[in-house]
């Protein structure tokens, strides 16, 4: 079974790019399956999919996968933010 490198979903024309790096990724192997959602502004302007989830066996809209450590830099980025706007004292002890 051969599995298409096509990209589906939907994009906003100005994320457009976005839906070219993700094609060519998957044409050229560097990667062999991904999907890629944008929210901007409070709507959703990029949902994109393409190749394998597993060999063999196509990724689609709502395929599973492990995200593993992606909520370390989101919960380094929430602690930068809030240091910049002065909510919380990097220096301060933990416990504070």
């Given at each position: 079974?051969?599995v298409?490198?096509?990209?589906e979903?939907?994009?906003a ?32 302007v ?11 066996v196509?990724?689609?809209e709502?395929?599973?996968v ?20 002065g909510?919380?004292?990097?220096d ?5």
């Amino acid at each position: 079974m051969t599995v298409s490198t096509r990209v589906e979903g939907v994009c906003a024309t100005a994320f457009e790019p976005l839906r070219d790096l993700l094609a060519s990724h998957l044409a050229d192997g560097t990667d062999l399956g991904a999907s890629v959602a944008v929210v901007h502004d409070g709507e959703l302007v990029v949902d994109l999919w393409g190749g394998e989830a597993r060999p063999g066996v196509p990724w689609e809209e709502d395929t599973v996968v492990m995200v593993w450590s992606v909520s370390k830099p989101m919960a380094a980025l929430t602690t930068l933010v809030l240091a910049d706007r002065g909510e919380i004292d990097l220096d301060a002890p933990v416990a504070s």
